[in-house]
């Protein structure tokens, strides 16, 4: 880990970041979410932040504090995620978007409290927008987009697959085989895939550890761009 002994070498970047899950609302007390504990994403910033960035941490609801010297955004749903990204994308060196965001809503939110009236119930949902692959298309040529891959088969193939579609320098695939590793824990074990198609695996470790393997990849990425 040479390039993350060196004195702030991110010092000057700005970063976005983005954690947790999102929420869909329902009806003014229910909503549609995921299991992401938001601890991978505020990792990265804690990681990001002691190389000397300037981050910004876009996150959904969790119980987790900010870490130091991070500014932090409070957001619900995946279109409030949308907005608060696009208003903070253009400025940003590196959007790291490892948050869970929903992939459909409820078409329509119920204005009140939907009643157990029925037996059943169906709810019409609709796609929500993907940020990674709006971003990407508007990506710069110095800007380095890291995204994220959950996948429970052909793991390797899907992951390229999002990584070319989304126009991304880096994807960070989540292997939810090893005991301890995923949403809720406190470790992950990934493998990353960059954009020319060097793939390396690593161990399961803390969360914090692995940040400070992705922040190792975006450096040598930064320093190929450079
Ligand atoms: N993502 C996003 N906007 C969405 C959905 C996902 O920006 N509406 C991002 C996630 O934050 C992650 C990456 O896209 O960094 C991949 O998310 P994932 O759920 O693995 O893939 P999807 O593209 O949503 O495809 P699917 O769920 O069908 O596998
Ligand atoms: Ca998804």
Known sequence: NTLLETNAPLSGKKVLITAGPTYEAIDPVRFIGNHSSGKMGFALAE??????????????P????????????????????????SENF???????MS???ADYRPKEVAADKIKKDEDSLILDLE??????KTLGAKKRENQI?????LETTNELANAEAKLKRKNLDLIILNSLKDEGAG??????????IDSSGNKQTFDLKSKVEVAKDIAQEVLSLLSKKQ
């Open 62 to 85: 969790t119980s987790l504090s900010t870490p130091n010297c991070v500014s932090r955004i409070n957001i619900t749903s995946a279109a409030e995620m949308l907005q608060a990204c």
């Open 47 to 60: 990681v990001f932040q002691k190389l000397g960035a300037k981050v910004t941490l876009i996150s959904g």
């Open 99 to 101: 948050a869970a965001v």
């Open 183 to 192: 949403f809720a824990g406190d470790q992950n074990k990934i493998t990353t």
């Open 90 to 96: 253009e400025e940003a060196d590196i959007l790291i």
């Open 145 to 149: 987009i890291v995204g994220f891959a």
């Open 127 to 132: 796609k929500t927008t993907d940020i990674l």
